[in-house]
């Protein structure tokens, strides 16, 4: 059997699986942003009508891939596998979603890169011959996660100029074998990179390393340069962590400046919306891929993208028992032809 | 291309992997339990050496990895890529476990199920082409599970007699794509199924649905009947949740009570060691399929085992917000020969 294995880390899909549906839905804030034209529902009670916010994650969760299901004029029930995760503890936001859905379900922790793994492990099973229909979910929520990782909202702590704003909103894609693109033509999941980073108030100081040593793995397994993507997207380093991304590629020689962006930078805007560092949470990338990037693609505004969401795997727990954030980034390659 | 897919929700691996390596590491506990003979290691301190629960039970999880590579004749920078999970917030144990390994890593969070769903990704991902060689590893600890899901240790609180016991133990195998056996030859990853149960002292009973519902889906879609298997074990339903599901099957008129065990019952000595209703937790049924299952197969005790892992996908804020238990199953069909 042929290896579809390039190089250390990467996976190049034989036929590539193309994403036929794409949807998101997000809070208020996030439809105050720059974003806003490229949400598919922007609620203006952050509720979502639930009785508690882990409650409304979820919610929104069912509805983005009810959304995203709609799109490529399927149902739930054509899904061969649906893969999904989310922050919070034993990832409640994502299996309370798939309840009562009945789709054979993987459960997936990758904090912030959430999205990532499940697209590459989606794409991998149906490229591998399993199935023709794969789900990928992904959700955060301000209120659930500032509880469960920081402070009661009622507190109202001060935050530092380094933290992120958890993003309130839930991004799902449904990933077909056969189709029209935009596909996903490779995958190079991360390994875990830790720089010792104790602060979880720079995330994206921790989560940089990993996205710049699997950025650069991606490179040297396809033989691609960066010229050959229109746009390199990480997942939400913010301002600080793009600043240490762009630094350490220059002290490699290569200058990612003009290709380089953060979702977590274009879902706010940060002048005006007193967000620090930017965005931040699973359902920011997973947001800002299934509205601006994909409807960008499906415009012709991009023709190859390289979406790298990172996360940062610690805990509360882990913090305090003087733990270092241990960091990890999946890059994806999404392109418009194969 | 050909389609792997069998039936709603099975995949037939074409050129089934083999488990080349398999290890465990348990607690004292476990090591007074009758499986002691098939530990690998049995710690008679339960801080493995460590200054927390949590750090005790990412080095276990460590170190049954190291000893599944040994018995597989690998380092782990041969291992393609890493799937694991546990039952803690943010799932630390792996990602602190896989920290410094060096292995393209997918988080996964299945609850006790987390085993059977890692064997299930790595095997479709291994046939699918991609790598030559995967690890899985699932684990838990008592200590830190106590304290995360019900009440410090020191509050020594009752347990009611529905309760399980969550094990300190971790399991890993290793797969490869090529080798002698034993191969994973199907997989069915499990549906959600909720019936309702809000009783986190009764987890067997939440779970027993999930499994009656994949088990059955695994015969529909291979036209196996349950003589096909010497053995089929659940994960940890427990006493009573063994109860259930053989009455559940007996209502189809299908007597599994001859074929059927579950590791919760296998791994303590119900009557002398006080767990009321067996064991639990991810580090359960990894321990006990790496150790005494897969021995026994080595050894002809068994040919074809059907290992079916469940997880119970709660969290003590969705119980307290009063959600019910949304059940999940994995079913792992491994075979002597191909």
Redesign the interface.
């Known amino acids: ?5 390039i190089g250390a ?1 990467t ?1 190049a899909l ?2 590539p699986p193309t994403i036929a549906g794409h949807a998101n839905v997000v809070g208020k804030k996030e439809g105050d942003g720059p974003l806003a034209n490229s949400f598919d529902f922007i609620s203006q009670d952050d509720t979502f009508g639930q ?2 916010w ?2 409304a994650e979820s919610s929104m969760q069912k509805q983005a891939l009810s959304l995203a299901l709609d799109k490529a004029g399927r149902s739930a029930g054509n899904l ?2 649906l893969f999904a ?1 989310d ?6 936001s994502s ?2 979603a ?14 912030c890169s959430t999205m990532g ?1 499940g697209l ?2 989606a794409a ?2 149906l ?6 229909w794969a789900g990928v979910c992904a959700s955060s929520h301000f209120c659930s996660a500032e509880r ?1 990782y920081r402070t009661p909202l009622e507190y109202g702590g001060q935050r530092t100029p380094t933290a992120q704003w958890t993003v309130t909103g839930a991004g799902a894609a449904v990933l077909a ?1 056969e189709g029209p693109g935009p596909y996903i033509t490779h995958v ?5 990179v ?1 720089k010792g980073i104790k602060d979880a108030n720079n995330m994206g100081a921790a989560m940089t390393p990993a996205a710049y040593e699997t950025i650069k793995a991606h490179f040297r397994d396809t033989g691609r340069t960066p010229d050959f993507y229109d746009l390199i997207l990480t997942g939400d380093l913010g301002k600080l962590g793009r600043e240490l991304l762009l630094e350490l590629f220059s002290m490699d020689g290569v200058d990612l400046s003009e290709r380089h962006n953060d979702c977590g930078l274009l879902i706010y805007d940060l002048e005006g919306q007193d967000v620090h560092s930017g965005g931040s949470g699973c359902g920011c990338c997973a947001s800002v891929l299934t509205g601006y990037i994909l409807n960008g693609m499906r415009e012709g505004r991009w023709q190859n993208v390289l979406f790298c969401p990172t996360g940062a ?6 913090l305090c ?1 003087g ?1 270092s954030i ?1 960091g ?1 980034c999946h890059a994806i390659a999404i392109a418009n032809t194969k």
């Open positions: 059997m042929e290896t579809k294995k880390q996976a034989a036929n009785a508690s882990e409650k061969d596998w995760g922050l919070l503890n034993q990832c409640i299996s309370y798939a309840r009562g859905q009945a789709i054979p379900f993987f459960g997936l922790y990758g904090a793994e590459a492990l991998m099973t490229d591998g011959g399993f199935g023709e469960q074998r190079t999941p991360g390994k875990i830790d795997l610690h805990s509360p727990t882990s028992q733990e241990p990890v």
